[in-house]
């Protein structure tokens, strides 16, 4: 990306979210990179939109086959991306971009079901390869579910399957550990939590105290982003939607 690493104390650039997208698009190589970004946040901060925004353009920019994992009973952000809803795997001939969303029914044994739908889901398309996969909420996948393994294998080996990860987490606990420690680019939200900003500080492949002060920084929806192979940093923030306070 165009920003060069911070040094403890320098602000961290800001871009604009018209510029950011399109050039974060451009730095987020083709899936034979296996370039997984990991997102964390609290919940209301747009962890979500964003993701969606990034996979939108994503598929628009390079064509990529794209699935979202649905696990709630209803959900408008997603309802709103307006790409097919699937109910079993796999989805029909010529279906690229769609969300698998699997039936919620009795809240009392939905994770049982959803268990059994989203296993063999991922294992098909771990399989099949080529797929960048979105977690919505990486832990309830993870620790409710108990897809801690399967997620696993697609963190470390998804470059030999051509696979991207895309993954978020209202915190950075209870998800497999390569959601950190494999992926190319983490995204984070503003937290008041001082445990969970340290976790955060050591997971960006640059100086702990640098993503520490820029996370302090961050104001409500802004976020920070940065390439752990490299340490680069910018902070965007999303734009704000129509008809809408901040």
């Avoid at 801690?148 to 963190?155: G, I």
């Avoid at 991207?164 to 497999?176: E, K, S």
């Avoid at 520490?212 to 999303?238: D, I, N, Q, W």
Wanted: proline letters at 7%; glycine letters at 8%.
């Amino acid at each position: 990306m165009a920003a060069e690493p911070a040094l403890a104390g320098e602000a961290v650039p800001f871009v604009e979210w018209g510029a950011f997208l399109p050039e974060f698009i451009t730095a987020w190589p083709e899936n034979a990179h296996a370039e997984h970004v990991s997102i964390v946040g609290p919940t209301g901060q747009g962890k979500t939109t964003l993701a969606l925004a990034m996979l939108e353009a994503r598929a628009k920019a390079r064509g990529s086959a794209v699935v979202v994992l649905a696990t709630k009973p209803r959900d408008a952000t997603l309802r709103a991306l307006g790409w097919p809803v699937v109910k079993e795997w796999p989805p029909g001939y010529g279906k690229e971009q769609v969300i698998f969303w699997p039936p919620y029914g009795d809240v009392r044994t939905v994770h049982q079901r959803q268990a059994r739908a989203f296993a063999p889901m991922l294992a098909d398309v771990f399989s099949d390869g080529r797929w960048v996969v979105y977690f919505d909420e990486a832990s309830y996948f993870a620790t409710e579910l108990g897809l801690k393994t399967v997620m696993r294998r697609y963190w470390q080996q998804g470059r030999s399957q051509r696979l991207i990860v895309v993954a978020g987490t209202q915190r950075p606990v209870d998800v497999p550990r390569p959601m950190w420690s494999e992926c190319s680019w983490l995204v984070a939200f503003r937290t008041g939590d001082d445990e969970e900003l340290r976790r955060v500080g050591q997971i960006g492949g640059t100086s702990s105290k640098v993503i520490l002060e820029a996370m302090r920084a961050l104001r409500p929806h802004e976020f920070l982003v940065c390439e752990t192979r490299t340490g680069k940093m910018v902070r965007s923030m999303m734009p704000k939607p129509k008809g809408a306070r901040r």
